[in-house]
Each structure stands twice: as C-alpha cells, then as structure tokens.
C-alpha cells in the first residue's frame, strides 16, 4: 500500500513538472494568443488553422525548402505514439509549440523545436467505437485565444489550456442515446468554436453547431435535413422551409443523415461559413425518401453566419444521393480570374467524381467537370446539376448498379492543396467501383441502415453469401469498365480549375494516397500507403525526394519556420476506413509524428517485422444456412472495420483484426467475452451485446471459421 502511493506521488510531481516545462515553452516562445487577426493574415511561419489559414489552401509561403535542396531534407526529429488505429491529423504550430491529435480524440503538444513532449490529454472515448461507422480517428484541433479545442468522438466538444493541456470547459454536442461521433477538427471564428458530427451510415440527423469559446454554451444549431415535424426551434428552421419540399412525403425515418463531419471554410470578407454535408440515412434514396426529390441539404455545400448560424446559401452536388457521394471533403477559397474578373471562388473536388469553381459570396455555379473516370452521370448541365445515368438509381430500377466512383469517391477526406503559385489544385484523387443492390429491409436493421445489401459490396472485393457462389462478372450491362471486382487506384492529380483539365498525374505505388502540401519552393509533399513520404516537383509530377515513413500515411503535412529554419511535420500511421484493406498489410506500421529539416539527421529505429498470425481455424460444423446468416450480420455490423470477406488489413490496436486470424474463433465463450460483452473494450472493441443474440454471434463466428477455412485450402 506504501509503494503504491509513494507511486501515485511521484506520478503527480511528474506530471506537474511537465505541466511547468509546458509552460515554460509556452511562455518563452511568447505564448500570444491566437486571434482573428492572427489566423485572417495568417504568418508564413506558423500553422495556426487546420488548413493553415481560414481559406484552408494548404499552402506554404515558405521557401527555404526547394526543388533546388530537397534532396538533402532530413529528419530532425520524431516521436513514436505506439501501436493506433490510424493518424489523419494535420499539425498545428503556434508560438514554437506543435499541437496534434491521434484517434480516439487524444490531443498531445511538443517542442517545435527539439520534438520534446511538453503535454498530452486522453478523454477516454474507446467505448464509443462502436457507434462510429469507419473507426476513431481525429483530424485535428484548433487554437484560438489560449485554448486548444478538440471534438472528442463520443460528442464532447473539450477546450484545454495550450500551456497545460488541462480541461478549461467540456460540453456534450448531441444525446447520448444517438450513435453521432465527432472525427473532425474545429474551427473557430470570431470566437465561437464550430463543430460537425457523423454516423449517417448509423441512423442519425446531421447537424453543424456553434458554441462559446469562453465558455462552451452553444450560441447557435443548424440541422442539415428537415426532421419528422416542422418546427426544431433552432437557427435552421428558415432553412428546412426550403428543404422539407424535397422530401416528398416528409421524412418518415426522422434521421435522414447529412452528417457534416469534415469539410469547413472562412472568408472573412464576406463573413460567410461554409460547410460539406454528408451523405443520406439510409445511403439508398428510394428506402430513405420514397416520394423521391432532391433531399436537401445532402452532398451540398452550404453558406451561414459564422455568429448566428443563419443561413445564406446552398449548392447541392448530389441531388437525391444514393452512393454515398457526400460533400464534406476539403473545401478551398481563391480568387481566381475568369473571363477578365477577378472572382471570389469556392474550388470543391467531392466524392461524386466532379470538380466545381463556385461564386462563393452567392453560391452560383461557374463551371464544372469529372476529375475522374464516372459512370453514374455525363456531366453537369448549365446550373451545375449531374446528367444523370438513370441505371445508377439502383433503388428505384431494382437492377443492380455498380457504380464508379464507389463510396469511397474520387476524392475523399485526405485534404487536397491550392497553389496561387501555380494556379493548380492538387487532388489525392482515387478511382474504383462498388456493387449496388437494394435491398429495402437494410433501412432499419441493425446498426447500419443503408437501405441496400450490405453483402453485395465490399472494401476489396465482393461479399457474397457461401450459398451464393462468385458475383457476375458484370453486373450493369452495356456499362463499359463496370467489374464488381476492379481495384482502387490512387495518385496526385494537378487539376487546372480555370481550364478544367488535368496537368499532370503522380500514380502512387499502393491504392491510396495521404493528404496534400504546396509550397512557395515549387513542391508539393504527400504521403501513400506504400510507406513513403515524397516531395513533388509542382509544376511537372517529377519526384524530387522520398523518405521511407515505415507505415501508410494518410494525413496531411504542414509546414511552418523557426529561427530562420523551415520545417515540414507530418503524421504517420496506418488505419481508418483503409485498415480493413487485406491486401496492405505491409502498411502497418509505427504511428508516429516526424519532422523534417534541411541537413536533418535523426533516424528511425529498424521497423519491427509485421508478425502475420497463422490462419488455423477448427473444423466447421454448422449448416450452410448458419453460415450464410452469419455472413449477413457480419456485412452489416462488422464489415466496417473488419473487412469484406472477413480479410481485415491487422490483427490488434494498429488496425482492425483480420478475425480469420483471430485466436477469439477458436472457442464460442472467448469470441462472446469479445463480441457481446467488450473483453477488448480498451482497445476500441466495444460490446455488442445490445446488438446480437446468442444465435447471431454463433452464426458470426460460424461465417469466420467458414472464410478462415476456404483461404487456408487455397493457400
């Protein structure tokens, strides 16, 4: 008992003077706080917003760093976080201190300087895991006065002091009792700290919200989709008058999704907030709005009030989306000259494959076309509204689609990069299909509420029943390139907004690719799931320098200037919605936070091996019919992080496990203590007691056992 709190005492006067040597950094460097002024002028040496400035162009005017001495880039220093389930955060630096996130809402500071960990905090949001649809990453925090702002995943919106990273104020955003998450990163103006949510694919109504950054009130809620009555009594309600006549009907679920859980941008001339709006609860629009119409406000883009909520304008993308194409990527401001004027724009490049230049201060459409090959529309008629493919409205024709892009889009959180250097967008840009099936008893079963068949697609490949045997080849007759099975690519695409045409493409050597940074060095810096972190010559493709990361990087990098020294951070490590990939496993790797100086010469430790558990399942023994129930359940509660076909891309904490491999099969009691009662809650495998029986989770861990063994006789 002595040791133990002699223990607990050293814990505490460690802590306390890490919290002084946070200070101590906090004040040396001048501990200012960040203001409007701040984040409007935005200095070249700091990284203050989550797109660095309120435009969020990801751009650098830094230029130390060139194409002329990049190849002597080195590490500086870095900082391993342990074993994650994914990094998608982009670094913030204020004042010499460098802010971050990892998952599960986690928020950490460091010593710009020498990588020295001056705080971290750790909200403790590993049971809500499962009310996520993806997994439970974060993509940043945001800085404002002397505050650090996280939305943690289970819906608290927290405000720490920069120097300490102690708790100023928590408050919780939705109920509860709803299977909302926050995996974005706030923005703050004019002192009222901004935040969406997700969990469409869960059966939720989205909503955008402002609060108090003093003191955490909300001052203001804006509902993105009408709800079952007229009346919520919230800012949105002139808003919904507008959009309740698109859901002919009205919307009897009382969910609808449009979750904004990502894209936001800030012109403070015009003072105009504009946020992306996700995609439909349930995906399928003839399960989710059976009178059809356009279902406003999903996959738009959206203009309010900053300070009220009010709002101004819309631009909806997909009208009636069925596909998961939402609108919530990264949204960039520029003036852009077209036709000999100078025009304020909005440049959005959203799953649904096309690239729209918008008049930002009255959401008009200027011009638009694919970035991408498509086959659910031809094109964009005058106002900007997609020609239609009217084989893609799978739930109205009742024949299978597949569609291209698939839900994961052409384009879809990993931030993209404007260069008023080069006038080019730089787009992490991916291509691939996805099978489409309606099926309406999916609107409501469950935890997935998709409203097609949750076993036709999948991450890698088909998902089908054991009775069924292989998918057609082609489903969509006459549709050319539509194979069910055809993988995902990925590469840097230099997009002309002006011209609409492609300058250049950067192929990346695996199927995905991280977020983007431009420089005024004339580079531009990204990262891939081929473990590689590359500077790129901005105006050709060529790659100038690459540095081996030891894991799949999907953030976005920042730059930022100390003592006359230029810098570019990174976050690196494998996971979210890409960890149930199979086939990147080579990809899993340490999380970690690297970052980079000319004649850098830290090193990183050896990459330990990735151990492969064998696969040695016992013997089947149950019925076809069980193991096709099994296969079903596992497609709508499990495909999300496991993988279709039960291939998951791990096996523990850096991504979601690959359960053919998992020693939890061998026994029905290990796998229960796991599935039904959260024996691995810590880790993010929340209890799914409440959402399957005893037969459902036998028939669960029959449809495993079943995939574990159809591999181990074709390996």
């Known amino acids: 008992m002595r040791a133990s709190r002699i223990g607990k005492r050293l814990a505490l006067a460690l802590a306390a003077v ?84 990892t998952d599960f809402s ?7 300087r020498t990588g020295r960990k001056l705080w971290d905090y750790k909200p403790g949001t590993q049971y809500w895991q499962i009310n996520t649809c993806c997994s439970p990453i974060n993509r940043g925090v945001a800085l404002w006065g002397d505050k650090v702002f996280v939305g943690a995943l289970d819906g608290r919106l927290i405000a720490l002091n920069a120097k300490t990273g102690k708790v100023v104020w928590s408050t919780q955003t939705f109920p509860k009792d709803t299977r909302l998450s926050i995996t974005g990163a706030p923005r703050v103006i004019k002192g009222v700290v901004v935040i969406g949510n997700g969990g469409a694919e869960l059966g939720v109504r989205g909503f955008v919200a402002g609060y108090d950054a003093q003191t955490g009130k909300q001052k203001w809620k804006f509902y993105t989709v009408p709800g079952k009555s007229g009346d919520d009594g919230q800012v949105s309600d002139a808003a919904m008058k507008i959009a309740r006549p698109t859901w002919p009907g009205g919307n009897p679920s009382g969910f609808g999704g449009g979750t904004p859980w990502d894209g936001m941008a800030y012109d403070p001339e015009l003072d105009l907030l504009y946020v992306g709006v ?43 989306d069925s596909w998961d194409y939402t609108s919530t990527q990264p949204i ?23 690239f729209y230049v918008l008049d930002r201060a009255t959401g008009r459409f200027i011009q638009g076309k694919n970035y991408g090959p498509m086959n659910w529309a031809t094109g964009l008629d005058a106002n900007g509204r997609p020609i239609e493919n009217p084989a893609a409205r799978y739930g109205d024709t009742k024949k299978p689609f597949v569609a291209s892009p698939g839900p994961g889009g052409a384009h879809d959180w990993q931030p993209m990069s404007f260069s008023p250097k080069t006038g080019l967008v730089y787009i992490p840009a991916t291509e691939s299909n996805y099978l489409y099936i309606d099926d309406p008893t999916e609107g409501g079963a469950g935890p997935t ?72 060095g004339g580079l531009v810096f990204g990262g891939n799931g081929a473990n590689e972190f590359a500077a790129y010559n901005d105006a050709t493709g060529e790659r100038l320098w690459t540095f081996d990361t030891q894991t799949g990087v999907l953030a976005g990098p920042a730059s930022y200037e100390l003592d006359g020294v ?16 199979g086939g990147l496993t080579d990809a899993n790797g340490p999380a970690r936070l690297m970052v980079f100086k000319l004649g850098g010469r830290d090193k990183l430790p050896p990459k330990p091996p990735y151990q492969r558990p064998p696969i040695n399942p016992p013997a089947q023994t149950v019925s076809i019919a069980e193991i096709d129930k099994g296969a079903a359940l596992f497609a709508r509660n499990c495909q999300r992080c496991h993988g279709g076909n039960a291939i998951g891309g791990g096996l523990g904490p850096t991504g979601p496990a690959d359960l053919r491999r998992s020693p939890f099969i061998q026994a029905q009691a290990a796998f229960d203590q796991v599935v039904s009662k959260g024996a691995l809650q810590h880790q993010g495998m929340a209890a799914f007691g409440a959402e399957l029986d005893t037969g459902m989770t036998q028939a669960l861990r029959a449809y495993i056992i079943h995939q574990a063994n159809q591999t181990k006789t074709i390996n």
């Open 18 to 101: 890490m919290a002084v040597g946070a200070a101590q950094v906090w004040a040396a460097a001048g501990g200012a706080p960040v203001t409007a002024a701040r984040l409007t002028a935005a200095a070249p040496a700091e990284w203050l917003g989550h797109g660095r400035d309120y435009y969020e162009q990801r751009f650098s005017p830094l230029a130390r760093i060139s194409q002329a001495n990049v190849k002597s880039l080195g590490l500086a220093w870095h900082f391993d976080f342990g074993e994650r389930q994914g990094l998608e955060a982009t670094p913030l630096v204020h004042d010499g201190v460098i802010y971050v996130s």
């Open 106 to 112: 986690e928020v950490w500071a460091f010593d710009a």
């Open 278 to 320: 996700g995609n439909g609860s349930p995906w399928n629009a003839a399960v989710r709005s059976p009178g059809g119409g356009d279902n406003l406000f999903l996959g738009s883009v959206i203009a309010i009030r900053p300070e009220t909520g009010q709002y101004v304008w819309h631009f909806q993308e997909t009208p009636g």
């Open 332 to 354: 960039i401001l520029a003036d852009l000259k077209i036709n000999g004027q100078l025009r304020k724009t909005l440049l959005h490049a959203p799953k649904n494959g096309f």
């Open 449 to 520: 509420r998709l409203g097609y068949n949750t076993g036709s697609g999948a991450f890698s490949a088909v998902t089908r029943l054991p009775s069924q045997g292989p998918a057609p080849a082609n489903i969509n007759e006459g549709v050319a390139g539509a194979d069910a099975a055809t993988p995902r690519s990925a590469y840097i695409l230099a997009w002309d907004p002006l011209k609409q045409e492609a300058r250049f493409r950067v192929p990346m050597l695996k199927t995905f690719n991280g977020g983007l940074l431009s420089t005024a």
């Open 566 to 581: 230029q810098y570019v951070a990174l976050m690196a490590g494998w996971g979210g919605t890409v960890a149930p990939y």
